[in-house]
């Protein structure tokens, strides 16, 4: 087994790198890409973790994008960067922003959240980013601890969520720009998840169509949350227009059992063939 779609305490997910990898080893998991949103602190780590326990790891990101105006979408798109085998001071550089303005909209909700008189410490929910990337699950993940939300879904459906009482936008990059960065640091641009882009399948067509011209390699197929006859008609999609697949679980920790390592839709165990072609970037 493998796993394209991983998130370790560098950005949202439950477990260090290090315990990543771990618990990879644990199960089977041979080989994994550390894909943590907007950010490639962990890679490092795990790599190291990797060496020790023999899972190859490959280097990956995600970012939330904004899509083309004549190609808007009524869900989010997310790009997955996999494969990535240099990140020098401009990459970096651009990362860093990212993270400013992920850092200004967080302090934005707390602070509209203690206006309307909820009390928010914002020095206690950092306490729950140990790396130090704060964002919504974290803060979902406090309201909860503090008996403000009965679980992190209710906080995020009545306060942080787009339809939430304190939800701020957010400004993401666009799709060229998260692809040249991606391209930038060597690797490869695809599509996350791309049911929740909530588009129809002519619509989805079009879609991946005009974006392969702005530079996307691929899209992830297969997905823990979606059903596998769609990943398989992803699939069959994305090898008709000559583009890259992938698959992940899109694992996050085991707070989420709907989303296990090393599997994707309905169970199915992630096959080592989505390596291919990644094979030569891996982390060494």
């Given at each position: 087994?493998?796993d394209?779609?991983?998130?370790?305490?560098?950005?949202?997910?439950?477990?260090?790198?290090?315990?990543?990898?771990?618990?990879?080893?644990?199960?089977?998991?041979?080989?994994?890409?550390?894909?943590?949103?907007?950010?490639?602190?962990?890679?490092?780590?795990?790599?190291?973790?990797?060496?020790?326990?023999?899972?190859?790891?490959?280097?990956?990101?995600e970012?939330?994008?904004?899509?083309?105006?004549?190609?808007?979408?009524?869900?989010?798109?997310?790009?997955?960067?996999?494969?990535?085998?240099?990140?020098?001071?401009?990459?970096?550089?651009?990362?860093?922003?990212?993270?400013?303005?992920?850092?200004?909209?967080?302090?934005?909700?707390?602070?509209?959240?203690?206006?309307?008189?909820?009390?928010?410490?914002?020095?206690?929910?950092?306490?729950?980013?140990?790396?130090?990337?704060?964002?919504?699950?974290?803060?979902?993940?406090?309201?909860?601890?503090?008996?403000i939300?009965?679980?992190?879904?209710?906080?995020?459906?009545?306060?942080?969520?787009?339809?939430?009482?304190?939800?701020?936008?957010?400004?993401?990059?666009?799709?060229?720009q998260?692809?040249?960065?991606?391209?930038?640091?060597?690797?490869?641009?695809?599509?996350?998840?791309?049911?929740?882009?909530?588009?129809?399948?002519p619509?989805?067509?079009?879609?991946?169509?005009?974006?392969?011209?702005?530079?996307?390699?691929?899209?992830?197929?297969?997905?823990?949350?979606?059903?596998?006859?769609?990943?398989?008609?992803?699939?069959?999609?994305?090898?008709?227009?000559?583009?890259?697949?992938?698959?992940?679980?899109?694992?996050?920790?085991?707070?989420?059992?709907?989303?296990r390592?090393?599997?994707?839709?309905?169970?199915?165990?992630?096959?080592?063939?989505?390596?291919e072609?990644?094979?030569?970037?891996?982390?060494?």
């Amino acid at each position: 087994m493998i796993d394209l779609h991983t998130h370790s305490t560098a950005s949202d997910g439950r477990m260090s790198p290090e315990e990543l990898v771990q618990h990879a080893a644990n199960t089977g998991v041979t080989a994994l890409a550390l894909t943590d949103h907007d950010t490639i602190d962990g890679i490092e780590r795990a790599a190291e973790a990797g060496r020790r326990s023999g899972v190859e790891i490959v280097a990956g990101i995600e970012f939330e994008v904004e899509v083309p105006e004549e190609h808007a979408v009524p869900g989010t798109c997310h790009v997955l960067g996999l494969g990535l085998t240099s990140w020098g001071n401009d990459v970096r550089h651009r990362l860093t922003t990212l993270l400013d303005k992920r850092e200004s909209r967080n302090r934005r909700i707390v602070a509209r959240m203690q206006r309307a008189g909820i009390q928010v410490d914002y020095e206690e929910v950092a306490s729950y980013a140990p790396e130090g990337l704060v964002g919504r699950p974290h803060i979902a993940r406090y309201l909860v601890d503090h008996k403000i939300a009965d679980d992190e879904m209710h906080a995020f459906r009545q306060y942080l969520g787009e339809f939430g009482s304190f939800y701020e936008p957010r400004e993401v990059p666009t799709l060229e720009q998260a692809i040249s960065i991606i391209h930038g640091a060597g690797g490869k641009a695809l599509i996350a998840h791309p049911h929740t882009l909530y588009v129809s399948w002519p619509g989805l067509t079009d879609r991946l169509s005009a974006w392969k011209r702005l530079g996307l390699d691929g899209i992830e197929a297969f997905h823990s949350n979606a059903k596998y006859r769609d990943c398989l008609r992803l699939q069959e999609l994305a090898q008709t227009m000559g583009m890259i697949v992938s698959a992940g679980s899109d694992f996050h920790g085991l707070h989420r059992p709907d989303r296990r390592l090393g599997r994707t839709a309905d169970g199915h165990k992630i096959d080592p063939h989505f390596l291919e072609p990644f094979a030569e970037a891996r982390v060494t």
